[in-house]
């Protein structure tokens, strides 16, 4: 069982340049979401969703688009990158839709970003 | 006041040793309560739901204090093992919100 699985590990970008971060989970599961870690600031949501065609913003969408066309996958797009993008970012899923259940959230094991 | 809030620390202790570490969130309201861990460069692993009863697993025991909107990790005998990032992560929201996650407490066990 993969679990979740966000692809690439690590990128590099020079400042402008678009890309997708990739994340997939095999569990069936409503709710995806995608944070970003940077040092001394925990984790902040980005985007998230609580099934297929349903997306929302969170906490720090700007520069940040997502979809979620299937169940399994959630890609989360940066536009035009920017320096202030540089962090590390986890995708994350549950079984139930919201956090009113003692659902546990599985990560996948996270992509260093860096831009230049 | 911030929504959830921890202490950074680190908070060093020797193996062993009992720590605890509090996380104070700021709606009184809130029902779902967790506490994470995260070792460095690694994503977070859920160690422990917290329910208003209380709860233990081996060393490892958390409670939750709704009168002062906190809610505690007690680790017993710590090991070398526990070295990590504690996250104290709440529904901060009411109704079906995501949830929020405080900063992390680091423990750093010596030998």
């Known amino acids: 069982n993969a679990g979740v699985t966000q692809t690439p590990k690590f990128q590099v970008l020079k400042t402008g340049q678009s890309m997708t971060l990739q994340c997939a989970q095999d569990?069936?599961?409503?709710?995806m979401s995608w944070y970003r870690q940077d040092p001394g600031m925990g984790l902040r949501l980005i985007h998230y969703?609580?099934?297929?065609?349903?997306?929302d913003q969170g906490e720090v969408p700007n520069g940040y688009n997502v979809s979620r066309s299937t169940t399994e996958d959630f890609p989360l797009r940066l536009l035009s990158a920017a320096p202030s993008q540089t962090s590390v970012y986890f995708c994350?899923?549950?079984?139930?839709?919201?956090?009113?259940?003692?659902?546990?959230?599985?990560f996948g094991s996270g992509t260093q970003l860096s831009v230049l | 006041r911030k929504e959830v809030e921890q202490d950074p620390g680190p908070f060093n202790v020797p193996e062993g040793a009992t720590v605890a570490f509090n996380c104070t969130y700021s709606?009184?309201?809130?029902?779902?309560f967790f506490w994470y861990r995260q070792d460095c460069r690694k994503e977070p692993k859920l160690l422990m739901s917290?329910?208003?009863s209380g709860n233990e697993d081996g060393r490892f025991t958390a409670q939750l204090n709704r009168a002062s909107q906190y809610i505690s990790l007690l680790i017993r005998d710590s090991k070398l093992s526990d070295s990590a990032t504690y996250l104290c992560?709440?529904?901060?929201?009411?109704?079906?919100?995501?949830?929020?996650f405080g900063k992390g407490t680091r423990l750093s066990v010596i030998a």
């Open positions: 569990m069936n599961h409503e709710y």
């Open positions: 709606n009184s309201a809130s029902q779902s």
């Open positions: 969703s609580v099934g297929a065609g349903i997306t």
């Open positions: 917290v329910y208003s």
């Open positions: 994350a899923s549950s079984y139930a839709p919201y956090a009113a259940t003692n659902e546990k959230l599985f």
């Open positions: 992560v709440v529904n901060i929201y009411s109704g079906n919100t995501p949830l929020v």
